[in-house]
């Protein structure tokens, strides 16, 4: 199930068959066909990722492959995923897998519990590619258990691709992007879910401390990040709960996604 070293031979071969698809609709699914001679993946989601929208799914596009969790993702606990903040906070094009992104706390979170989980993934690994000032795309490629993380070589497969998949990607958005946009959700930007959450039940700095704890980091990394102790994010965490008649994260995250229908809605 792991692969090889690519072929130089082939791989220019395989591109020149993806530059054919560049404005037609299929180019996802060829590029879909392309990526697996490069890199063994048990799934696979290519998303834009607009500042003023939700996430828009580019591919797959029959609904039969889009499953509760998907669906959710997409709707609402986008906002809290990992890539989606790594891409709001400016990173690169490149490379990269969840888990050089993911808080140190990720798999604690109730969107790793009930949401990510769910997919079933032993390794992540996603290809992102800035196409305009507002826009990134993002084909994230996943592995399951059975065939475990993703070799080295198939690591460097897709390194030695990526300059040629970034630039195919660019000009597939230059064509085809209105195509996807058109039929995009017009609400749902939430870009000030997080900052609105609670306000004016909890201090400025428990917002801020609800926020990290929500994405996926531990007291220790938010004591970090804040150069504040760890005792002192413990006392904040014992606030919120109180404030909002919590006591576990769970309900927490239930509030947090009925507050994002009500953003939904304004």
Same mark, same amino acid.
């Not at 791989?11 to 404005?23: G, Y």
């Not at 066909?33 to 048990?42: A, G, I, Q, V």
């Given at each position: 199930m792991h692969k090889t070293q690519v072929d130089t031979s082939s791989? +220019?071969?395989?591109?020149?068959?993806?530059?054919?698809?560049?404005?037609v609709h299929s180019f996802p699914v060829v590029m879909e066909?392309?990526?697996?001679?490069?890199?063994?993946?048990?799934t696979i989601l290519m998303v834009s990722y607009k500042k003023s929208l939700r996430p828009v799914l580019i591919h797959p596009l029959d609904p039969a492959e889009h499953s509760?969790?998907?669906?959710?993702?997409?709707?609402?606990a986008y906002i809290i995923d990992p890539l989606f903040n790594s891409i709001q906070n400016g990173i690169n094009s490149g490379i990269c897998r969840l888990v050089d992104i993911a808080p140190d706390s990720f798999e604690e979170t109730e969107y790793f519990q009930t949401c990510y989980k769910k997919f079933d993934l032993v390794d992540e690994i996603n290809l992102i590619v800035s196409v305009d000032q507002s826009t990134t795309l993002a084909i994230t490629l996943g592995r399951k258990k059975v065939v475990g993380s993703i070799r080295r070589t198939e690591l460097n497969n897709l390194k030695t691709a990526f300059p040629m998949i970034e630039a195919l990607i660019g000009q597939f958005w230059l064509a085809q992007?209105?195509?996807?946009?058109?039929?995009?959700?017009?609400?749902?930007?939430?870009?000030?879910?997080l900052k609105t959450f609670a306000r004016g039940v909890l201090t400025a700095r428990e917002q801020e401390i609800l926020g990290l +704890?929500?994405?996926?980091?531990?007291s220790k990394a938010i004591a970090d990040l804040l150069s504040i102790s760890a005792g002192t994010v413990k006392v904040h965490r014992k606030n919120i709960h109180a404030r909002l008649n919590t006591s576990t994260q769970s309900e927490i995250f239930t509030l947090f996604l009925n507050h994002l229908d009500d953003v939904d809605n304004t």
């Open positions: 791989l +220019i071969k395989d591109l020149a068959v993806l530059t054919t698809h560049l404005r066909s392309f990526l697996s001679n490069l890199c063994y993946f048990d509760p969790s998907l669906k959710l993702y997409l709707n609402k992007a209105r195509d996807y946009l058109d039929q995009a959700p017009k609400k749902g930007a939430l870009k000030h879910a +704890i929500l994405r996926g980091h531990s």
